[in-house]
T-cell receptor
Framework: AQSVTQPDIHITVSEGASLELRCNYS??????LFWYVQSPGQGLQLLLK??????LVQGIKGFEAEFKRSQSSFNLRKPSVHWSDAAEYFC????????????FGPGTRLSVLP | DTEVTQTPKHLVMGMTNKKSLKCEQH?????MYWYKQKAKKPPELMFV???????INESVPSRFSPECPNSSLLNLHLHALQPEDSALYLC??????????FGQGTRLTVV
């Protein structure tokens, strides 16, 4: 069965610093890959997605992610973090049933220091 | 319009009650989903409807009963729930083979 790991449970960065959140997946083929962000008590907002093609994808709010097939990774990056980026970040893969079976990683909580 | 609307936002129900959660989207998406999310955990898939037919049921207890009356609406009927069913219930929709858009969720408390 497919699985998603996010090795970092909690990351703290200073405002203005760069950010990288790690995501690794386990699946035989190339799945569809996503990053979502969730503020406390809220729904999930899509940051970016990868289906095929260019392995560096740009998303909203200045985020980008790079798909590396050899490492089964899809890490999320941002060059300069803002205090409003503090939230929970979920990596997700969609496999099977025409991409409808979304599986989420455990999440990484991001704290931002002023 | 990229909005998925869920009602109610909060729901408190007793273990003998029957209630329903509602979800609506007008993006023309043909896949709709129910997820359950416990505190500090990722969302867990419960059900998927594709073209108004149930396509995935992740071994969810029968006290949860999904319904898709038409391509824009998705309901989750609740009956005889347990306190451990208290959670944030998220609805999502997507085009088949595309990213999912999530609603803001219904915070359910079972007392």
């Amino acid at each position: 069965a497919q699985s998603v790991t996010q090795p970092d449970i909690h990351i703290t960065v200073s405002e203005g610093a760069s950010l990288e959140l790690r995501c690794n997946y386990s699946y035989g083929a190339t799945p569809y890959l996503f990053w979502y962000v969730q503020s406390p008590g809220q729904g999930l907002q899509l940051l970016l997605k990868y289906f095929s093609g260019d392995t560096l994808v740009q998303g909203i709010k200045g985020f980008e992610a790079e798909f590396k097939r050899s490492q089964s990774s899809f890490n999320l990056r941002k060059p300069s973090v803002h205090w409003s980026d503090a939230a929970e970040y979920f990596c997700a893969v969609a496999v099977d049933n025409y991409g409808q079976n979304f599986v989420f990683g455990p999440g990484t909580r991001l704290s931002v220091l002023p | 319009d990229t909005e998925v609307t869920q009602t109610p936002k909060h729901l408190v129900m007793g273990m003998t009650n029957k209630k329903s959660l509602k979800c609506e989207q007008h993006m023309g998406h043909r896949a709709m989903y129910w997820y359950k999310q416990k505190a500090k955990k990722p969302p867990e898939l419960m059900f998927v409807y594709s073209y108004e037919k149930l396509s995935i049921n992740e071994s969810v207890p029968s006290r949860f009963s999904p319904e898709c009356p038409n391509s824009s609406l998705l309901n989750l009927h609740l009956h005889a729930l347990q306190p451990e069913d208290s959670a944030l219930y998220l609805c999502a929709s997507s085009q088949v083979d595309r990213e999912a858009f999530f609603g803001q969720g219904t915070r359910l408390t079972v007392v």
